[in-house]
Nanobody, 112 residues
Framework: QVQLVESGGGLVQAGGSLRLSCAAS????????MGWYRQAPGKQRELVAR???????DYADSVKGRFTISRDNAKNTVYLQMNSLKPEDTAVYYC??????WGQGTQVTVSS
């Protein structure tokens, strides 16, 4: 049973930072597609960032230069460092392995 547990969400003022963590119940060193997604109220879930087993990263245009995805295979954990947060970043953030396994989500709220 694969489990993903996100943490690190919360309320922050615009311009602030948060770091999200996603702890996996399985070894992730060989998992190619691990990503962070988000869903704002009334909107579809969208890809925020993803990272391959080799460390290649991809970002949504809206977060490039502000967010950084990373992985620690020894800890089976994926991170999302979010800087210069904007109110439009407010959403529930989900960790995923491919599109098959999902975490329960963590709320990020950015106040203006």
């Amino acid at each position: 049973q694969v489990q993903l547990v996100e943490s690190g969400g919360g309320l922050v003022q615009a311009g602030g930072s948060l770091r999200l963590s996603c702890a996996a119940s399985v070894r992730i060193f060989s998992i190619n597609a691990m990503g962070w997604y988000r869903q704002a109220p009334g909107k579809q879930r969208e890809l925020v960032a993803r990272i391959s087993s080799g460390g290649r990263t991809d970002y949504a245009d809206s977060v490039k230069g502000r967010f950084t995805i990373s992985r620690d295979n020894a800890k089976n954990t994926v991170y999302l460092q979010m800087n210069s947060l904007k109110p439009e970043d407010t959403a529930v953030y989900y960790c995923a392995i491919g599109d098959r396994y999902w975490g329960q989500g963590t709320q990020v709220t950015v106040s203006s």
